[in-house]
């Protein structure tokens, strides 16, 4: 998102610069930090990058604060390969305790667990998992209002946007305008097992075009073990598409597994994923049938700073030779 296209998104930014700014904030608890990071990558003759490219930059700061009274704010600021700066989060909210937020403005969404921590540096692997990949856009936001908090080991939270807009794939959907008379809704439940282990559900619903004709639901489960030596992640993620006549339904559906071993400051990475999309309505359609093996190993020279490497078996209909591997150094500040 450009912060000169989207009035709303500056409006969001307005408000939270007024929070901040105004001298009641001048005892606020602040927090801030940020992130950087630059990917190399290099594919087979008919994929991507056939002839290796360091193709992407990613870089992003933040500040939050509690101020008097229980109220608060968070503002994200981000920056692309293509010389973009952008707002990735940009909200103020009545924060009176753990159990209860409710924050207005631009935020991350809330389905299932990657897509609030897909910065570089807090995960294990480059690439996006295909499912995730094809069934949101990348750091999927919206503009509206978000209900969350945690009660003993339930965590919950609960929106109210302006949803996707209609595009080809749904991972083209980002808008921060509604483009029709309804509003989307959804929210996530996890459950934290034990200390290592915790499972959530998640669910969206929501027109996304113009006329109100299409419908978007996505459902979605997720998995996490996390001990001092392993951590086993896991996503389950559908999407069915309501199609007006004479169009048949549409349909994507996948799963994604990684896991991590730590040994000392080397980490090695392993993943399966699998996605499939079908949906009639655009043109001559859409049938993607993909999957994806990867290997790889992330070496922790600080707590802050990492080197990852993935090599990735790409298996795709119709096939391409597609198969590759990625660098990335990851800063954390």
Do not use: C
Not at 97 to 102: E, I, R
């Amino acid at each position: 998102m450009r912060v000169r296209r989207s009035a709303v998104s500056a409006l969001a930014l307005s408000a939270v610069m007024t929070v901040v700014l105004s001298p009641r904030s001048l005892s606020a608890q602040l927090k801030y930090g940020g992130y950087l990071a630059v990917d190399f990558a290099k594919s087979e003759a008919e994929g991507d990058f056939p002839v290796g490219t360091f193709n992407r930059i990613l870089g992003g700061f933040y500040a939050s604060g509690i101020l008097a009274e229980k109220f608060g704010f968070m503002a994200e600021m981000t920056y692309t390969k293509d010389a973009e700066f952008g707002i990735r989060q940009a909200w103020v909210g009545f924060l009176p305790s753990d159990k209860l937020a409710v924050k207005a403005g631009l935020y991350s969404v809330p389905f299932g667990s990657w897509n609030v921590s897909d910065r570089p540096h807090e995960q294990p692997l480059i690439e996006t998992p295909l499912n995730l990949r094809y069934l949101y856009p990348a750091a999927w936001r919206d503009i509206g209002l978000l209900v969350d908090g945690r009660l003993s080991i339930i965590s919950y939270a609960f929106y109210l946007g302006n949803g996707l807009r209609e595009s080809d794939y749904i991972s083209e959907g980002q808008q921060f305008e509604d483009n029709n008379d309804g509003k989307a809704m959804g929210g996530r439940l996890a459950l934290l097992l034990s200390e290592a282990i915790s499972v959530g559900a998640s669910y969206y619903e929501g027109d996304f075009d113009d006329l109100g004709e299409r419908k978007l639901k996505l459902e979605g489960l997720d998995l996490a073990v996390v001990t001092s030596q392993w951590e086993i992640h896991g996503e389950y993620t559908k999407g069915l598409i309501a199609n007006p006549d004479p169009y048949e339904r549409g349909e994507t559906e996948g799963f994604s597994v990684w896991t991590v071993m730590s040994y000392r400051k080397f980490q090695p990475v392993a993943s399966y994923q699998k996605m499939k999309y079908n949906d009639s309505f655009h043109g001559d359609g859409i049938a993607t049938d993909e999957s994806r093996w990867t290997l790889g190993l992330r070496f922790v020279l600080s707590p802050a700073f990492f080197l990852k490497f993935e090599y990735a078996w790409n298996k795709e209909e119709p096939k391409i030779k597609n198969d590759g591997f990625r660098i990335q150094a990851a800063l954390a500040f």
